[in-house]
C-alpha cells in the first residue's frame, strides 16, 4: 500500500501549513501554493502528512492509498 | 447491420459530416433516419454499443476521449441523466462547431438522441452561448421541426450559458446548469461521470455528435476507411491566420499538418502553424509533414484535440503572437486555482518582455521555472494550455528567442497580429 498527498486547487488558499510540516514532500512556489513532489510517500512520513491534510484550513488535502507500487 | 436495418437506408460512398442538407425533410432524404431503437427493442443497445466501439471514434472537443468510454460511463451511472450536446466552443479561433449547428443541426440532435437511448438519459440539453444567435436560431428551428416525432422520442432544449474560453470545458458547464457559475471542478477521477445536481450528464462536443449519427447510420467501416487505423474517420478543423481562404475544412485524420493548411490557400510559405488552439503549439517548417493526428502531434508539443490550423506569415513576430496569446488565457482563468490566477499574468509578462527586447538577465531561467511550476496545477487543463503554447514558441522560435533576450528585437514585433481574439471584452460580459 503506498500513499499519495493530493491537493485540491480549487479549495487551497495558500496557507502554507503543509510545506512548514511536510518539506520533505511539498515545497511552495513562488506565489505560496503547495507544489507535491508526486512520488509515494515513505511511510515514516504518514503520519505527518495525516495531520497536515487534518490542519489545512481549507481541507484542500487528501491522501490517497494504492494498493501497488505506484 | 442495424437490427432495424430495414428501416434505415445505407449510406454509401465518402464519409462525410459537412454538405447535408439543412432542413429534417432533406437530412431524411439524403440520410435517412437515424437508427434509434423502436420501443424497448431487444438487442439494439447492444449493437449500438459495438459499432461506436468498433469505429474506434474519439472525442472531437479537446480531450479526445474514446467515445464509447464515455458512453459506457455515463450508462453506469444510472438512467435518467441528460445528454449535453456542447456547441460552447470558447476557442476564439475555433468555428466547426457553429458551422455543424447551423448546416447540419439534426446530424448533431440525432447523435444526442442515440447517446440518450443507448445511456438511458431522457432528455437532451444544447448549449450555445449567449450572443450567438444565429447558432441559437438554427438550432431552435431544427428542434422545432423535429419536436414530437420519431426523430425526438425525448425531449430537446436549449441552454444560453455566457460566452466564456472555459464556459466549454465539461465540469464547467455541467456546474453552469447547477450554480449559474461556469467553473471547472476539481476531479482526480475523470472515469466517474458527470453529475447536474443528483442526475448523470453525458457531455458531448457537438461533432463528436454528428460523428456518432453518421456512423450509426453507416455502421464503423465507412468511418474506418478515412484516417488512421489507430486514430480513424474524419476531423473538421477551422484554418486561420495569413490565409486567403479562411474557414472550416473536412480532413482525414492523418492528413499532413501542411496539406490540412493549404486547403486555406496560406498568403505565402508559414513561418510556423499553431495546431490546436490558443492551447496548443506552434510547429515549424521541419515538422510541418507531421500527420493530423493525436499521437502524432503529441510528439510535437501539438494536439489534434481542438480542430485549429492558424497559419503564422514570415512577416509577424510569433513571440508577440505568443504574448497575445498567454495574456488572453490568463485573462480567461476562471480564477480558482492559484498556479493559474498568479501563474499565467507572469508567464505572459515574461514572454511580452521578452517579445519587446526589454529581457532582463534572468528572464528565461525563471520563465522556464514558471513554466514547470504552472503545469498540471489547476483544477482544469486551462493552465497547461498556457504553459504548452508558451513553451513551443520557445522551441520553435528559439532563434527569435535568443535575439530578443539579447535586447535586439526583431522587425516585427510592433505588427498587428493575424490571430483572433474576441472583441467583447471579459468585464464586458460577466
Known amino acids: ?70 | 447491420m442495424s437490427p432495424n436495418a430495414s428501416e434505415t437506408m445505407p449510406v454509401t460512398g465518402r464519409y462525410r459530416l459537412l454538405g447535408h442538407p439543412t432542413d429534417l425533410e432533406g437530412h431524411l432524404t439524403a440520410l435517412g433516419p437515424a437508427p434509434l431503437p423502436s420501443g424497448r427493442q431487444r438487442g439494439w443497445r447492444e449493437w449500438f454499443v459495438s459499432v461506436l466501439e468498433a469505429s474506434g471514434l474519439a472525442g472531437r472537443g479537446g480531450a479526445g476521449f474514446p467515445a464509447a468510454i464515455k458512453l459506457a460511463v455515463a450508462h453506469a451511472a444510472g438512467p435518467g441523466g441528460t445528454v449535453v450536446v456542447n456547441g460552447m466552443e470558447g476557442e476564439p479561433a475555433s468555428d466547426k462547431d457553429k458551422l455543424l449547428l447551423i448546416r447540419a443541426p439534426h446530424l448533431v440532435l440525432d447523435g444526442a438522441q442515440l447517446l440518450a437511448a443507448a445511456s438511458g438519459a431522457r432528455s437532451v440539453t444544447v448549449a450555445v452561448p449567449q450572443g450567438r444567435e444565429h447558432v441559437a436560431a438554427a438550432v431552435l428551428a431544427a428542434m422545432a421541426e423535429r419536436a414530437r416525432t420519431v426523430h425526438a422520442p425525448v425531449p430537446e432544449e436549449m441552454v444560453r450559458p455566457p460566452d466564456r474560453f472555459i464556459a466549454g470545458e465539461e465540469s464547467a458547464l455541467a456546474a453552469w446548469f447547477e450554480t449559474g457559475r461556469s467553473l471547472p471542478s476539481f476531479r482526480p477521477d475523470k472515469g466517474t461521470a458527470l453529475r447536474i445536481g443528483r442526475k448523470g450528464a453525458l457531455v458531448q462536443n457537438a461533432e463528436t455528435l454528428a460523428h456518432v449519427a453518421m456512423i450509426a447510420r453507416t455502421g464503423p467501416d465507412l468511418f474506418r476507411a478515412h484516417g488512421l487505423v489507430e486514430d480513424p474517420g474524419t476531423s473538421l478543423v477551422t484554418i486561420s491566420g495569413s490565409v486567403e481562404h479562411p474557414g472550416v475544412v473536412e480532413v482525414d485524420r492523418g492528413t499532413p499538418i501542411i496539406d490540412v493548411a493549404n486547403r486555406a490557400t496560406p498568403l505565402g510559405p508559414p513561418q510556423a502553424l499553431l495546431v490546436g488552439g490558443y492551447g496548443g503549439a506552434w510547429v515549424g517548417p521541419d515538422q510541418f509533414a507531421t500527420p493530423y493526428a493525436s499521437l502524432s502531434l503529441r510528439a510535437v508539443g501539438a494536439t489534434a484535440g481542438v480542430g485549429i490550423v492558424i497559419v503564422l506569415g514570415r512577416d509577424v513576430c510569433g513571440l508577440m503572437e505568443t504574448a497575445r496569446i498567454v495574456h488572453y488565457l490568463a485573462g480567461q482563468s476562471a480564477g480558482q486555482c492559484g498556479p493559474c490566477v498568479y501563474g499565467l499574468p507572469a508567464i505572459a509578462d515574461d514572454v511580452t518582455r521578452l517579445a519587446r527586447g526589454h529581457a532582463d538577465h534572468g528572464l528565461l531561467a525563471r520563465l522556464e521555472r514558471r513554466l514547470a511550476q504552472v503545469e498540471g496545477r489547476g483544477a482544469c487543463r486551462h493552465p497547461d494550455g498556457a504553459v504548452n503554447v508558451a513553451r513551443s514558441a520557445l522551441r520553435v522560435f528559439a532563434d527569435d528567442v535568443h535575439q530578443h533576450a539579447a535586447g535586439t528585437v526583431c522587425q516585427h514585433w510592433n505588427r498587428g497580429t493575424q490571430l483572433r481574439f474576441p472583441t467583447v471584452l471579459r468585464a464586458a460580459a460577466s
Request: charged share 30%; glycine share 8%.
Open chain 1, 1 to 70: 500500500m503506498t500513499v499519495r498527498i493530493l491537493i485540491d486547487p480549487v479549495a487551497c488558499d495558500a496557507y502554507g501549513y503543509c510545506a512548514e510540516l511536510l518539506p520533505e514532500a511539498i515545497s511552495l512556489d513562488e506565489w505560496g501554493y503547495p507544489m507535491v513532489d508526486g512520488k509515494a510517500l515513505p511511510a515514516d512520513l504518514l503520519e505527518i502528512a495525516k495531520r497536515a491534510a487534518r490542519d489545512c484550513p481549507r481541507r484542500a488535502i487528501t491522501l490517497r492509498e494504492r494498493k501497488g507500487g505506484h
